[in-house]
């Protein structure tokens, strides 16, 4: 067993810090938008989202991770565990409706909620971490909140028991490529038709448009990393009000640490993807020495994937209420990614008085391993909602 004694003193002590410094510009929600490969009009088009019930550009629910330092994992990574890498195991989310517009600024509170510990085939002891990040904006209201799962593993055992025959990237013919385009296609006019429209109208058994991904390169998991805010040259508040977060020196190998003192004259020294724990994701001598095949993508994006793909179904007048997903296998560069969802709840009897949905989501590659598996909760409009959100 790993020791955990450092992670003990963490459980229940709220830090903060790690703020972005500005409030929030369009073009970083057009960003987050098209990195995340989100073409609902309501993120970056001006004139589509003028029609809108918002009467201009929102961000997406899934925007909200993009407003803290590290994509909101920060507090389920609090304590030393030497020679440890990490992976996102999962994330659960509320929210509780407004809705993250340009000019808004966001602050969180942080706080490391429990770990177990279990023998894992992938990695041998494993630490799995749950951490809270609680987003406001600057009128007091409460936006989100997020229960991040991280896998604490030792990076060495995992690179033993990597399988090298996952190593070399799957190719894909032009003729490949041409119907996944397509799909993609079918795909996004499926949100495209609804428009503006509520959509009042579902069904238990009822499935969502299958959304394919992909196939992930090191160029699409590099513009999802340079969307996030927390990697803009000090964009980041670092200041813990009292309370030192320990993420930064969680335990990782030396090849995957930055150098803070190197980045007081060059900050891509601390940047995470040149160097440090995230190079990994787009680097693959880095990926094997962490147990990873091959490039492999971010956790933050498959919760973003998720968040999107009901969100999109549900239309402008929908509100998501609760998403509680789980990872099983990051998206490698070279494979495709499928999400595929079916409702298998309705509640009309919800105490908002609107028709509460649950929703079955499965992530998938393109050979049918799963990736991601949970229920995502959104409520429908009723015929007479509001006009403003």
């Not at 640490?257 to 001598?285: C, M, N, W």
Request: hydrophobic residues 35%; contains cysteine; glycine residues 10%.
């Amino acid at each position: 067993m790993l020791d955990t004694s450092d992670l003990d003193r963490w459980i229940g002590i709220p830090f903060t810090g790690g703020d972005i410094v500005e409030d929030i510009h369009v073009n970083d929600i057009r960003r987050w938008a098209q990195a995340m490969q989100n073409p609902y009009p309501l993120h970056y088009d001006r004139a589509w989202a003028r029609e809108s019930r918002f009467g201009d550009i929102v961000a997406a629910p899934s925007f909200t991770v993009n407003t803290t330092w590290g994509h909101g994992a920060e507090p389920s990574i609090q304590g030393v565990v030497p020679g440890t890498h990490m992976l996102f195991g999962g994330d659960e989310w509320w929210f509780y409706g407004p809705r993250v517009r340009a000019g808004d600024v966001v602050r969180c509170e942080k706080m490391l909620f429990d770990y177990s510990q279990a023998e894992t085939k992938f990695a041998g002891p494993t630490i799995f971490s749950r951490g809270d990040t609680t987003y406001v904006n600057q009128d007091g209201e409460l936006i989100a909140k997020q229960r991040s799962t991280s896998i604490r593993y030792l990076a060495e055992e995992a690179a033993k028991r990597m399988k090298e025959g996952e190593a070399a990237e799957p190719e894909w013919s032009d003729a490949q490529i041409h119907e996944i385009e397509e799909e993609k296609m079918d795909y996004y006019k499926s949100f495209l038709d609804l428009g503006h429209d509520r959509r009042l109208i579902a069904r238990v058994g009822e499935k969502l448009p299958r959304r394919p991904i992909g196939p992930h390169t090191v160029q699409s998991f590099t513009t999802e990393w340079r969307s996030c805010l927390f990697t803009v040259w000090g964009a980041t508040n670092y200041d813990y009000l009292g309370t030192e977060s320990t993420t930064e020196k969680a335990g990782w190998l030396p090849e995957m640490t930055k150098d803070f003192e190197g980045g007081q004259v060059d900050p891509a020294r601390t940047d995470g993807l040149y160097l440090g724990p995230s190079r990994g994701h787009t680097i693959p001598r880095y990926a094997k020495l962490i147990g990873m095949p091959r490039g492999y993508g971010y956790g933050a994006s498959m919760g973003a994937w998720v968040l999107d793909y009901v969100s999109n179904w549900g239309g402008e007048w929908s509100e998501l209420q609760h998403s509680e997903m789980k990872f099983r296998a990051p998206a490698l560069t070279g494979d495709l990614t499928y999400l595929d969802g079916e409702i298998t709840a309705l509640d009309y009897e919800h105490a908002s008085g609107r028709p509460r949905v649950t929703i079955r989501v499965t992530m998938t590659n393109q050979l049918g391993a799963v990736m991601a598996t949970g229920d995502v909760e959104t409520l429908l409009p009723s015929e007479s909602a509001p006009a403003a959100g």
